[in-house]
């Protein structure tokens, strides 16, 4: 199995900065793409961030410039920087990642995601 935990957000005022990790365990061979989400209520779960293996980036328009993803592959870890953080921003963030597992010899490729983790952006 493998599993993916975030941490970092929370509460900050317009302006402020905070970072999010997430970190991917269990029976990893490879990991391809990582990405960011975010989610509002009442709204589809839309891409902010993505950072391939080779470690090409793209980003929504409406966070370039203040946002920045990397990644640490010996670790497993993604990592999401906001700077200069709006209200609009405010969403509960999901990193996801393309893993590839391995179980006795064998390899499979999926889809998995983070518990998600609330960034509340207000005075």
């Known amino acids: 199995q493998v599993h993916l935990v975030e941490s970092g957000g929370g509460l900050v005022q317009p302006g402020g900065s905070l970072r999010l990790s997430c970190a991917a365990s269990g029976s990893i061979f490879k990991i391809q793409d990582m990405g960011w989400y975010r989610q509002v209520p009442g709204k589809e779960r839309e891409l902010v961030a993505r950072i391939r293996s080779g470690g090409s980036t793209s980003y929504a328009d409406s966070v370039k410039g203040r946002f920045a993803i990397s990644r640490d592959n010996a670790k497993n870890t993604v990592f999401l920087q906001m700077n200069s953080l709006k209200p609009e921003d405010t969403a509960v963030y999901y990193c996801?990642?393309?893993?590839?597992?391995?179980?006795?010899?064998?390899?499979?490729?999926?889809?998995?995601w983070g518990q998600g983790t609330q960034v509340t952006v207000s005075p």
């Open positions: 996801n990642m393309a893993i590839v597992s391995s179980t006795i010899g064998e390899y499979k490729l999926a889809d998995y």
